[in-house]
């Protein structure tokens, strides 16, 4: 292959960190920019999880593919990642002079796992798939990434002369947010044939004939990065309907490239649909436009590989000059000081413990009796490869006695015939009845003394199992011991790397995601189970910690097992509104845990009298502290450590002193304890109930920063 690099741009190493190479959009952007590249005479490789097979077998892939943990120490001058889980694993690769985070949506719309931590993550360069999603992340970070638009390959989408087999062709994906449902009602209103290509594995240079064969290609997305399929329809001279779903405005011009309609308006989208197939003279006239405009704005992949090529070799110039010029360890000093950073910010809610001795709670003859069983116990809701592959690696990695309970929460039939071959145990709802329900059902079916609620879309490693056992055995009073997982929205447990060292997380301050809680049944048991009063799924993780630690128990993270983590990957891809869903479940935690008497701080009556003592016998500044490790202590009791920090806070707020140095210093640690936006509304709505009574609230919402108009 013969390299067309102008004689100014060296060649370069290009790694690409993917979450795997199966069919997408996102999927599809980058192995055609990684061709390009390749064609162009740089080298390119394609990093995968281990879990996901070298390979990919749906389309051209001129680069190399090897797993990830096998790479982090391996020279790379590009590292680019656009998956927004991922941003974790760039910390881990050594030897890489620019970090590119190459955005694809603004997956914030959809609540997707890790989106606004990636935006945040120090890169070295942003780049987006169009200006909408540009304008998306300069809104939410103030930094606008350069826009490198992609294309479509010519050889596989183009105009063809084909028959016209169906009405109406759109891509068919089963997520919700894809606005599928919406184009099935709009065709069904109008009597159009509907044809879906998803799931039918074509061959790519068939896809052009795909296309050809429809009248009309509809869109129904409700929020896209780009939106390659109508981009694609549009290649091939196909009219197009599509909602206004971000990306697209690309391309699709209203009544002059494309019929464009607002997302979710099935009326809309039908009216459309049927002025395309009834209006022969609109239809010519919208093909002729699109395809004068994919000519003169895009230049395909090799337009896309130039520009990503000229941007890229610029950095590095820069970045490879300023290095020889100051210190060839500034790379290295840049990533220490944001592992710094994590590393305090992750102090700051936890403390390390010792380890357990290995082997913890074994019998006198040096292993656990059989009667020591783990229930296993995990949801499922269609999605069927995550169960599976989450079913291998429990059959595959778990060195204990156990039982696998899956409960299914309402899936298609293959799903559920599935769980049943692949279950010890197992319960078929007819619908949804959410997270906490499900797993409450699960331990209903459960003979062990030790319970394991693990999200289906895991992978478990070695030994994970018996070390989060000797962890609960070999420490007191442990409510809860979780993993560090490789995705999730939590820097508590998110890592890219395993470490001999196990957390206690502080009470009430930052609870873990429950991708993975394993706790001793009997522990289960006294706290009442999960709280199914959360719809379908959400906070009642948060919730489960905050009763473990009222009643308490101790809430762990052992770093010592890292889980594969995808994320949302059963819930995520299958809630349109999820969003919503998550805003009602964090009102309810609040309102739940905004009384007093759950947490078992005090009666009122000894709580305002301790309050009204402070207020009488503080005069100065000097008097404060020892005043108010008094009150903690009083108010402490029974390992409630939580409480002597609201009985400081409390009273604090409490005092009527000057504006003095100190009182700014006080009240900026307060808004720092309050920072989390969960805690700090339940801390402001309970101090606000406890001292209402006093007649200080107003002053608690003036330290606190808090609106009096809000709750």
């Known amino acids: 292959m013969s390299p067309v690099l102008p004689n100014e741009v060296m060649a370069v190493h290009v790694a690409f960190l993917e979450p795997h190479l199966r069919v997408a959009g996102g999927i599809r952007r980058v192995l055609e920019l990684g061709n390009e590249l390749v064609r162009r005479g740089h080298q390119v490789t394609y990093l995968l999880p281990s879990s996901e097979p070298l390979a990919c077998d749906w389309m051209e892939c001129l680069g190399r593919i090897d797993h990830i943990e096998a790479c982090f120490q391996r020279p790379f001058d590009v590292l680019v990642f656009n998956e927004e889980s991922q941003w974790a694993l760039a910390d881990l690769f050594k030897r890489v002079d620019l970090t590119v985070y190459y955005i694809l949506s603004y997956a914030v719309l959809y609540d997707k796992a890790g989106s606004r931590q990636s935006y945040r993550y120090p890169v070295d360069l942003r780049l987006a798939n169009s200006n ?65 290509y998803e799931g039918k594995n074509l061959p790519q240079e068939r896809m052009a004939y795909e296309y050809c064969a429809a009248k009309v290609f509809a869109v129904g997305s409700y929020v896209e990065g780009f939106g390659q399929p109508g981009f694609e329809a549009l290649v091939c001279g196909v009219p197009l309907v599509t909602t206004d779903n971000g990306g697209c405005r690309e391309y699709a011009i209203d009544e002059e490239t494309a019929l464009v309609v607002p997302p979710k308006d099935v009326d809309a989208l039908a009216a459309a649909i049927q002025r395309l197939l009834n209006d022969h003279e609109l239809a010519s006239r919208l093909r002729r436009n699109g395809l004068k405009l994919v000519e003169e704005k895009f230049g395909g992949w090799s337009e896309c590989a130039r520009r990503f090529e000229e941007i890229v070799s610029a950095r590095l110039d820069a970045r490879r000059r300023l290095t020889l010029a100051i210190d060839r360890s500034y790379s290295d000093r840049r990533w220490e000081t944001h592992r710094r950073i994590r590393a305090a910010q992750v102090a700051a809610y936890t403390r390390t413990i010792p380890l357990p001795a290995a082997g913890a709670g074994e019998d006198e003859q040096g292993g656990r009796s059989e009667r020591e069983l783990t229930s296993v116990i995990t949801l499922s809701w269609d999605q069927r490869h995550y169960t599976e592959k989450f079913v291998e690696s429990v059959r595959a990695n778990t060195d204990m006695p156990h039982e696998l309970i899956i409960v299914d929460n309402g899936s298609e039939g293959a799903t559920q015939s599935y769980v049943q071959e692949a279950a010890d145990k197992h319960l078929l709802n007819p619908e949804n009845v959410g997270f906490a329900k499900g797993m409450n059902q699960g331990a209903e079916l459960a003979e062990g003394k030790y319970l394991a609620f693990v999200n289906n879309d895991t992978v478990l490693p070695e030994a994970w199992l018996s070390r989060l056992l000797d962890t609960i055995n070999g420490t007191d009073r442990v409510g809860i011991v979780t993993p560090t997982v490789t995705a999730g929205g939590s820097f508590v447990t998110v890592r890219a790397e395993s470490h001999d060292i196990v957390r206690e997380i502080l009470p009430f301050s930052l609870p873990p995601a429950g991708v993975c809680y394993v706790m001793p049944r009997s522990t289960f048991d006294d706290v009442g189970g999960w709280c199914e009063e959360y719809r379908l799924g959400g906070a009642e993780d948060v919730d489960l910690c905050f009763t473990m630690w009222a009643r308490g128990w101790r809430v762990l993270v052992d770093e010592r097992v890292l889980v594969e983590h995808q994320s949302k990957g059963t819930a995520g891809a299958q809630l349109e509104n999820w969003e919503e869903i998550w805003r009602q479940n964090r009102e309810l935690l609040i309102d739940r845990w905004s009384a007093a008497e759950p947490l078992s701080v005090g009666t009122d009556e000894e709580v305002e009298a301790l309050l009204e003592e402070v207020r009488v016998k503080t005069h100065g500044v000097a008097e404060i502290g020892p005043l108010l490790d008094e009150l903690g202590a009083r108010l402490a009791g029974q390992a409630q450590e939580r409480a002597r920090e609201r009985a400081m806070l409390a009273a604090g707020v409490a005092q009527s002193w000057r504006e003095t140095a100190r009182q700014r210093e006080v009240a900026a640690n307060l808004r720092k304890r309050l920072s989390a936006s969960i805690l700090r509304q339940i801390y402001s709505r309970y101090l606000g109930k406890r001292l209402q009574a006093l007649g200080i609230a107003p002053l608690l919402r003036r330290i606190l920063g808090i609106s009096s108009g809000g709750k």
Not at 174 to 194: I, M, N
Request: with cysteine; glycine share 10%.
């Open 132 to 196: 909408w999603t540009a304008d998306c992340i300069e809104q939410e970070i103030g930094v606008r990434p350069i826009v490198v638009l992609g294309g479509a390959n010519s050889k596989h989408f183009r105009p063809v002369k084909v028959a016209k087999r169906y009405d109406v062709l759109t891509y068919g994906s089963e997520r919700p947010v894809k606005g599928t449902a919406e184009v099935e009602e709009a065709c069904r209103r109008v009597g159009a044939r509907l044809e879906k």
